[in-house]
Each structure stands twice: as C-alpha cells, then as structure tokens.
C-alpha cells in the first residue's frame, strides 16, 4: 500500500523532504511525446522550474 513503510530504513524516514531541482534545459531536451495528450498542469510546477 502507499502508507506501508515497512521496508524502509528509520533514517530516511526522520528526514526532512526537500525538492530536488531540475536543469530546466535538461527537462526541455527530453523527448515529450510520451506525454502526448496529458493536458493537466501543476501550477506550481513553473515556479519551481524558474528557481
């Protein structure tokens, strides 16, 4: 299930998550048909890309 943890080691789960960033050209290279189609949008998806 999503919330079973049991696998996981107690050390990561007592870190604090933080976003990793992306080289946004890195993103716009990649090949994006996979994604033909997909029309939703995180709005704050771009305010992250422009960090």
């Known amino acids: 299930s999503g ?5 996981v080691d ?8 933080k976003l990793s960033y992306s080289d946004k050209n890195l993103i716009e290279s990649m ?3 996979a994604f033909d189609g997909f029309s939703f949008i995180n709005p704050k998806f771009e305010q992250i890309l422009d960090k």
């Open 3 to 7: 919330s079973d943890y049991t696998n």
């Open 10 to 17: 107690r050390e990561f789960l007592s870190e604090k998550p």
């Open 31 to 33: 090949d994006q048909s």
